[in-house]
């Protein structure tokens, strides 16, 4: 299974895209949150919509559901296709009417499956997405009362979405075979609604270098080789995990 980083910047990064990523295996592209900055960094990609297979929604900030509308528009009126959506139960209420109605709404166009194909998935229930891609939502913290989902796949390779640090978890989850962590990290402190750099360093040195860090601010540079035995992703860098 190969990975991409369309971004790997914090929300609020200016050098770095949003967080999003692509998963790609067995000829099938998924792409991991569809950003406000995604339709543009995808395009520098040399990539457009319709060669993605699949988009799946960890949950609901810009930085992870702002490219959203123009996917779907483009997707509806350019190609006349309706892209596959996984999106966490809990999620699609709010993904419609919190965030796309106000700007894809034209009768008779009025609800999230008129753009998209929507295939609602349970947290903590494995699921094959493709053949060879199996995928598990694990909720985790991030902001008060918001669900927000990371991934587990083919149960070896955990994706947080926006958390906040949960040692115990990802104990949990190396124990039980997890092989690469990829992890958002805000490196100042306090991280608040996210692992900050100081929380993620107190990781025993096993999880450490099982641990890729993603979703950081334009000092990352600053910070290189003081991460401990955690390394950096890099932005459209392609990686096996
Ligand atoms: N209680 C909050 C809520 C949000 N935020 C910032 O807003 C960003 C939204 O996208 P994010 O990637 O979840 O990161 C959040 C914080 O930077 C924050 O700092 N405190
Ligand atoms: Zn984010
Ligand atoms: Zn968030």
Redesign the pocket.
Known sequence: MHIRMVGTG???AKKYDNNNALIETNGFRLLVDCGITLPKALHQMGLSFPEIDAVLISHI???HVGGLEEFAFQMMFKYSRKPVLFIAETLIEPLWEHTLRGGLTQEPLNKLDDFFDVRPLEANKEIELHPGLIIELVQTK??LNKPSYSFLFNRRFFYSA?MRFDGGLLRKLVDQGVSTIYHDCQLESPG???ASLEELLTLPEDIQRKTWLM?YGDAIEQYEGRTGHMRIVEQYASYEV
């Open positions: 914090s929300a609020f900030h810009g930085d991030h902001i926006d608040v609604v996210h979703h």
